[in-house]
């Protein structure tokens, strides 16, 4: 699709939207693991419900979306909290992210596998990847339609194979088809995973199982 096409499809999109944007699961569960301070980017935001969520946890924040509404949306939410988020109109396979420009990348249902690499280059040592969207393994009919706009089974591990995961989950078609969480797989990931946490709680230490 051309570019163009793709921007107007989601312009209209967004205009129909109510509400700011919401956070995806594998941010909004796993959002103990950012680091204290830094600089985040929300990759194809959309109404940038990522993007709020890092800018309230004290994150600089870029938001980058090819939708010129959803971007406006986004800024005007932004200003409306104080939050220090800078959101752009920008296509991001023409202009993707230089590298080591994060500490926090999240990418929520927007797959380009060619930016891998750039994804991986973009962060910064320690950086954490936030990526969640969906499989071809599913219950549900939402999501895209084409399957090359979704996971294969195991792809999202293989597409980040530099990061060291941290938390990744993918239940496919297994179990009891009634429970658990479909339709989508999520990975937390980190770049050269030397401890790039704050500082311990008191009487706490880094290998406690280490005998002197
Ligand atoms: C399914 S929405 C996801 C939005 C948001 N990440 C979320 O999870 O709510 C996909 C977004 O990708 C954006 N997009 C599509 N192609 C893009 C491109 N080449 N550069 C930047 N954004 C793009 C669309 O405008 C749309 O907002």
């Known amino acids: 699709m051309e570019q163009p096409e793709t921007r107007r499809k989601w312009d209209d999109r967004w205009r129909e939207h109510q509400g700011p ?29 990522n993007a709020l969520l890092l800018a309230r946890r004290g994150l600089r924040v870029r938001a980058w979306d090819l939708s010129g509404v959803a971007v406006e949306r986004l800024r005007a939410q932004a200003r409306a909290e104080g939050l220090p988020l800078e959101a752009e109109e920008r296509d991001v396979c023409a202009r993707p992210p230089p590298p080591g420009a994060f500490d926090v990348i999240v990418v929520a249902h ?16 320690g950086g954490l990847l936030y990526f969640e969207t969906y499989t071809q393994e599913a219950l549900s009919p939402s999501g895209p339609g084409r399957p090359e706009w979704r996971l294969a089974p195991g792809e999202l591990l293989e597409l980040f194979r530099p990061l060291r995961p941290v938390v990744y989950r993918e239940e496919g078609l297994m179990g009891d088809l009634r429970e658990g969480w479909r339709d989508k797989a999520l990975l937390v990931a980190v770049k050269d995973p030397a401890r790039r946490g704050g500082p311990l709680p008191e009487g706490w230490r880094e290998e406690p199982w280490r005998r002197a």
């Open 110 to 125: 927007f797959l380009e596998r060619h930016l891998a690499p750039a994804l991986v280059a973009a962060l910064r040592p």
């Open 21 to 49: 944007g919401q956070p995806a699961r594998v941010l909004a569960e796993n959002a103990h693991l950012l680091p204290a301070s830094g600089e985040a980017l929300d990759l194809a935001c959309g109404l940038g419900g």
